[in-house]
């Protein structure tokens, strides 16, 4: 198998990486940071994104004939991911699927709008939950503010694949590259909540706007996303730690959630949050008498923490303490 990063050419049928990916093509145009991946689906005639390289209308001839674009789905505004969409729209006329926030960004000192209206091509302004039918398959869309106001995710249910726009980038290995918000307009809080979403979906597979497809460990390169991003916004690596395995003991991961704490506690002994949280999950792991022992350690270390001691007469009701 050919490694996407060692080579010149830009087109990529990702079947032959992995036959999750059945009929879904690639332009890598991701490898450095002037342009996004574009994503071509039922045989040419759907994009995910538009990139902005102008040699897309020969790249796209070239593999897929005079089959017309008929369908152009924009993950958000940003100029790499629609810099050769107008090219496409006045080569193809296709329609253009963007979310409504997106659509009122500025280019060319007009609205993304202004100039889709001026083209006549049919356009449609997206919220989020909607579904989009591709070559019989049915494509969500899920609204993940943060990078941008309005960018968007697509999801295809049945084979849990996403299309991660700039949400979630590979993080092992030696290509990565951490999501970030538009210093303009994006919003790292809700970049957070957008990745904790993805977290929480545990798609197989992700497909992202820069970098290429992951479908190996992929919930680590989104935790792991999800804990810089974390560390980011508290400034403390003990805090994000926390954070992550409150989430993955959302999640139903105790193993992995008590692992986070340990390392908290391997820093900090007695950090009380830490302390807590894991008293609980061991709890809720049903290892009561190490959570007792825990919680026991946390009240006696903070005798006025109201919730531990709460919590230490629960666990003595069910040791019948």
């Not at 796209?60 to 369908?71: D, Q, S």
């Not at 001026?118 to 579904?131: A, H, I, P, S």
């Not at 303009?184 to 290429?212: Q, T, W």
């Not at 804990?227 to 193993?255: T, V």
């Amino acid at each position: 198998m050919k490694d996407p990063y060692s080579v010149s050419e830009v087109f990529f049928r990702l079947v032959e990486f992995s036959c999750l990916f059945e009929g879904i093509d690639m332009l890598f145009y991701g490898r450095g940071p002037l342009s996004s991946n574009v994503y071509i689906l039922d045989g040419g005639k759907v994009l995910i994104d538009a990139g902005n390289s102008f040699e897309i209308l020969c790249d796209l001839e070239n593999h897929y004939g005079k089959t017309g674009v008929e369908k152009v789905i924009i993950t958000h505004a940003h100029p790499d991911h629609i810099g050769a969409l107008f090219s496409i729209v006045e080569a193809y006329k296709p329609a253009v699927y963007i979310h409504e926030i997106e659509a009122k960004a500025s280019l060319y000192g007009n609205t993304i709008e202004d100039i889709l209206k001026g083209t006549k091509v049919d356009y449609v302004l997206l919220r989020g939950n909607e579904n989009i039918e591709v070559g019989g398959r049915i494509y969500r869309v899920l609204f993940a503010p943060g990078h941008t106001p309005g960018t968007i995710m697509l999801y295809d249910t049945e084979r849990g694949i996403l299309f991660s726009s700039d949400v979630v980038f590979p993080m092992l290995g030696s290509h990565i590259l951490l999501t970030q918000p538009d210093p303009s307009c994006g919003d790292l809080n809700e970049l957070i909540l957008s990745v904790r979403y993805v977290m929480r979906l545990r798609p197989k597979a992700v497909l992202p706007g820069h970098l290429f497809p992951f479908w190996e460990r992929t919930t680590d390169h989104i935790k792991r996303t999800y804990f810089e991003l974390k560390f980011q916004e508290e400034g403390d690596r003990n805090l994000a730690l926390i954070s992550l395995g409150i989430n993955l003991a959302d999640m139903g991961e105790l193993e992995e959630a008590i692992s986070c704490f340990k390392l908290v506690l391997d820093d900090e002994p007695n950090h009380a949050g830490a302390l807590f949280v894991l008293s609980l999950a061991l709890l809720h792991k049903g290892n009561l008498e190490e959570s007792y022992k825990k919680v026991c350690y946390l009240c006696e270390l903070y005798p006025d923490f109201k919730e531990a001691q709460d919590l230490k007469s629960r666990i003595e009701l069910l040791l019948n303490k």
